[in-house]
Nanobody
């Protein structure tokens, strides 16, 4: 079983910064990638940023140059540093882990989400 717990969301004014954290725990045997997705009200969940086991990063065009994904050495925690926030960045941010537990298939695991609200 894999648990992902996000933290760091909140209310911030446009132009401000927030740092999201995602703590991973459980019977994780291998990790292919970890990432952050967001879902604005009435919209589909979309990829914000991802980081593969090989170190490759991928960002949504709308956040390039403003957001940075990183992790600690043991993949225990993944971070999303968000700078120059805009009202359109508002949404629930979800942590994702793509990996496998001991003897299990590669699967996607999700956290419960953390709300980010950017006021204009």
């Amino acid at each position: 079983q894999v648990q992902l717990v996000e933290s760091g969301g909140g209310l911030v004014q446009a132009g401000g910064s927030l740092r999201l954290s995602c703590a991973a725990s459980g019977n994780i045997d291998s990790i292919s990638a970890m990432g952050w997705y967001r879902q604005a009200q009435g919209k589909q969940r979309e990829l914000v940023a991802s980081l593969t086991a090989s170190g490759r990063t991928n960002y949504a065009d709308s956040v390039k140059g403003r957001f940075t994904i990183s992790r600690d050495n043991n993949w225990d925690t993944v971070y999303l540093q968000m700078n120059s926030l805009k009202p359109e960045d508002t949404g629930v941010y979800y942590c994702n882990l793509r990996g496998a537990t001991m003897g299990g298939p590669t699967s996607d695991y999700w956290g419960q989400g953390t709300q980010v609200t950017v006021s204009s």
